[in-house]
């Protein structure tokens, strides 16, 4: 099988087309578009057609699907959940939420995070929604050595309700609540496929830095967020209906935008695939 590709954004994000994820690719052609997101970061497959199944086992080519019970799930697969402009906050006050509405990469308050997130493009509004992306290898690479070096040996405690949050979440029940993990990780992960140094963070679920007062703490968090969600890292992805969009959360953020017109449906299908313990 082949397939054409186009690069989307200056310094990541890539497209495909020409292939049809109903058919499962061949090992070649798997590990091509494998190799594709390593090198893009940001992999958009263009004008699919799947059913909850056949989304989630093209996915599952890319990894191990894991159950997120926080989002719904489709009625025919509940690991694809369901990311939607009617999603509301049902267990608290019933008000309309945005998943992801800040920059974030996706669940590292696990101790193993995902390491994918696939999203599949089912209703697209007129305009707006567009999701961005932040390239975490450049902001790395572009920092001082000296703030490197200091960084380099520096851990966060990530956790689901973190003090210094910016999105609304969802209310969950208190038990499940009670039974959420945090994780102790490195502020500067390697990727493990691809070897390479990326900043680690999370402005949404970072509590603090380990070993660093709490003011200190928070003003390198915010120092390295500004500097890392610069538009010089960005790359904004203009959806069309039936695109999935691969990314690699070890070394991205990412947010949603709301920005749709009122009375508009968004709706995306989601699945995300297991992790390693970053390192
Ligand atoms: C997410 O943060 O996983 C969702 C992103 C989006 O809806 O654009």
Redesign the pocket.
Known sequence: MSFQSEKLGGHMAAAVSGIDLGHLPDAATQQALIDALHDNLVLCIRAQKLDPPAFLAAMSRFGTPMRRKQLASTPECADVNI?SSEDRDELGDGKKI???ANW?T?DSFMREPCSL?M?YGIEIPSRG???QFANMYAAYEDLPAETRARIDPLKVVHKYSSSRKLSRISTRPADEMAAMPEATHPLVRTHPDTGRRALYLNPNRMEEIVGLDRAESDRLLDELIAHATQPKYQYR?VWQQGDIVIWDNRCTL????ADYPEGER?L?H?VIVAGTAPV
């Open positions: 990311i945005v998943n992801g974030h996706d997130t999203l929604g567009d999701t992805h990412h947010k949603a935008n968004r995306m989601r």
